[in-house]
């Protein structure tokens, strides 16, 4: 079993202006060698954390602790220098009147070996043959290479990374994205991660630590927290939901306005719970005997499907509008019928809740 290579405990944090604390008892341990990403809304504690990591704020209570020893509590403070942390930032925040070799190099001091490590770097990032380019001659993508080699060059134990690709078009973001994970799987960098983009943070990370209101509410691999949310909140914040009403009638089934729903797994519910439970639109599924139909209200075509919205029919009732995905080669558009069928996924998906 691994030990713990990064670990938060209990850390909270506010400022002197406010009684609310920002990060509220925060636990995170992460692995030698782990992408780990902090996923949630503005506001909710991502960059205040990773200041906090990087020792650019300190904070009120709890404890971090690097390989075992102690860089920050209410006793110890390491300062950022110190901590062998690097960090990427939004802006990348090169020094404009330096060229790319001269970012790199930087990072180094008057390390006597600087001129080979930087050569090496540059090659490693693919940027050597614009070494002597200004951060202004450069795309989007190089100057977030340049930024995330001037990190790596001081080979930092943990390397933190505030949103990088998001001031990169969409059409190379991907890419540049997908350059940099490889380079960081090759050398087993340690990555805390920043994003508010839901997917982004399911295809990249080993685990995601979801954050609302200064709390992680769910840690854990990214099958696991858009399989098992713990929550309501994690269920709807990650990936797309439609999100529907009912009654615990056994432990395999809920009454709601579309008739009975089943569930693959039991529910840990008694019966006569209200519920709220959460399907994903990958879960409505096409049949030409389906129990259930429903009308095209809008479609999205993006190639090998169809992202749609359908007002299914309820008896007695206003119309109940479900997001569901539809294969490219139906070929469909608004107005046109739908016979489905609905499963629930997991007992994961169901909330006991007053409504």
Same mark, same amino acid.
């Given at each position: 079993m691994k030990m713990a290579y990064l670990e938060v405990k209990n850390l909270s944090k506010?400022?002197?202006t406010s009684n609310d604390y920002v990060l509220k008892r925060?636990?995170?341990?992460?692995?030698?060698?782990?992408?780990?990403?902090?996923?949630?809304?503005?506001?909710?504690?991502?960059?205040?954390?990773?200041?906090?990591?990087?020792?650019?704020?300190?904070?009120?209570?709890?404890?971090?602790?690097?390989k075992d020893k102690i860089i920050s509590n209410k006793n110890i403070w390491v300062p950022p220098e110190k901590r062998n942390i690097g960090i990427v930032f939004q802006d990348y925040a090169l020094f404009p009147n330096m060229t790319a070799w001269g970012n790199i190099a930087f990072a180094l001091g008057k390390d006597k070996d600087k001129t080979t490590q930087t050569d090496e770097m540059l090659k490693?990032?693919?940027?050597?043959?614009?070494?002597?380019?200004?951060?202004?001659?450069?795309?989007?993508?190089?100057?977030?290479?340049?930024?995330? *080699? $001037?990190?790596?060059? @001081?080979?930092? !134990? &943990?390397? %933190?990374? =505030?949103?990088?690709?998001?001031?990169l078009d969409l059409e190379i973001r991907e890419m540049v994205r997908d350059e940099t994970l490889k380079i960081l799987r090759e050398i087993e960098a340690t990555v805390i991660f920043v994003t508010h983009d839901q997917m982004e943070a399911l295809s990249i990370s080993d685990k995601i630590a979801v954050l609302e209101g200064g709390k992680i509410q769910q840690y854990?691999?990214?099958?696991?927290?858009?399989?098992?949310?713990?929550?309501?909140?994690?269920?709807?914040?990650?990936?797309?939901?439609?999100?529907?009403?009912?009654?615990?009638q056994d432990p395999n089934t809920i009454s709601t306005s579309l008739g009975n729903i089943n569930s693959k797994e039991a529910i840990p519910h008694q019966k006569g719970t209200? *519920? $709220?439970?959460?399907? @994903?639109?990958? !879960? &409505?599924? %096409?049949? =030409?005997?389906?129990?259930?139909?429903?009308?095209?209200?809008?479609?999205?075509?993006?190639?090998?499907?169809?992202?749609?919205?359908?007002?299914?029919?309820?008896?007695?009732?206003?119309?109940?509008?479900?997001?569901?995905?539809?294969?490219?080669?139906?070929?469909?558009?608004?107005?046109?019928?739908?016979?489905?069928?609905?499963?629930?996924?997991?007992?994961?998906?169901?909330?006991?809740?007053?409504?």
């Open positions: 506010k400022y002197n925060l636990n995170l341990s992460i692995e030698k060698g782990e992408l780990v990403t902090l996923l949630g809304r503005s506001g909710c504690g991502k960059t205040t954390l990773l200041r906090i990591l990087c020792g650019f704020e300190t904070h009120n209570k709890g404890d971090i602790l690097l490693v990032m693919g940027l050597y043959d614009i070494r002597n380019n200004y951060p202004h001659q450069l795309s989007g993508g190089q100057q977030q290479r340049v930024a995330l *080699a $001037r990190a790596l060059i @001081r080979r930092p !134990d &943990v390397l %933190l990374m =505030d949103e990088p690709f998001s001031n854990d691999t990214p099958y696991e927290i858009y399989n098992r949310p713990v929550n309501m909140f994690v269920a709807e914040f990650i990936g797309r939901v439609n999100i529907l009403e009912g009654i615990v209200r *519920a $709220r439970f959460i399907v @994903r639109p990958e !879960d &409505v599924v %096409l049949r =030409d005997a389906g129990a259930l139909k429903g009308t095209i209200i809008k479609s999205n075509y993006q190639g090998s499907l169809y992202d749609a919205l359908i007002a299914a029919d309820v008896a007695c009732h206003d119309p109940l509008y479900l997001r569901i995905l539809v294969p490219g080669s139906m070929n469909i558009k608004a107005g046109d019928r739908l016979t489905f069928d609905i499963s629930i996924k997991s007992k994961h998906h169901v909330f006991a809740t007053e409504f």
